[in-house]
């Protein structure tokens, strides 16, 4: 991994990291069942350690993204803490990275993406209204949408949502699912 970043940072190229996969099971990690008051903290303090030795010990100074989980709130992978939607906890472990980094002194050293949804970009209108404060690149996908009409209608659709942010939008994957 250090060698493909080195490699990386050599050839002028700009990384963005995962920061975890599966939505809500990689925040209990070790623990058979989530507890936020536990999970949360815990979680937001390795993403910020994994910054501080990446960036600022190892030098990957091109590390400039961090993309907050791959399709959070579209395929639950794990119990929630009780009482709570998939949504309502991504935006609260998005917070609470957001804010360890600051009290870290390290939210300056990426960006973050979110809420990286498929399903026409699941979420990204509660994204800009709950987590307009800490995201700093909105982000999501589809699939199966007919040739290039298709992609511009849901493109513009996304760029409609984020518009009045003044934030980028990446459209994160695109393409054809059902190709025989």
Not at 29 to 50: N, Q
Not at 87 to 98: N, P
Request: with cysteine; proline share 5%.
């Amino acid at each position: 991994f250090y060698q493909w970043l080195a490699a990386m940072k050599e050839a002028g190229v700009d990384v963005a990291l995962q920061a975890a996969w599966w939505f809500p099971r990689d925040m209990h990690h070790g623990f058979d069942s989530p507890r936020p008051e536990r999970d949360l903290p815990r979680y937001a303090e390795w993403v910020s350690e994994s910054l501080h030795q990446l960036i600022e010990v190892r030098g990957f100074a091109n590390i400039r993204y961090l993309v907050l989980f791959t399709e959070p709130t579209q395929s639950k992978a794990g119990p929630l803490p009780w009482g709570e939607t998939l949504w309502q906890y991504c935006a609260r472990t998005v917070k609470a990275v957001h804010h360890r980094l600051a009290a870290d002194g390290r939210r300056q050293l990426v960006k973050l993406i979110a809420p990286n949804n498929g399903a026409d970009a699941r979420n990204l209108k509660e994204a800009v209204a709950d987590l307009n404060g800490v995201i700093d690149i909105y982000s999501g996908h589809t699939y199966n949408k007919a040739g290039y009409e298709g992609w511009l209608s849901f493109s513009r659709g996304m760029s409609d949502v984020v518009a009045g942010t003044g934030k980028p939008l990446w459209l994160d994957e695109y393409g054809r699912s059902d190709e025989a």
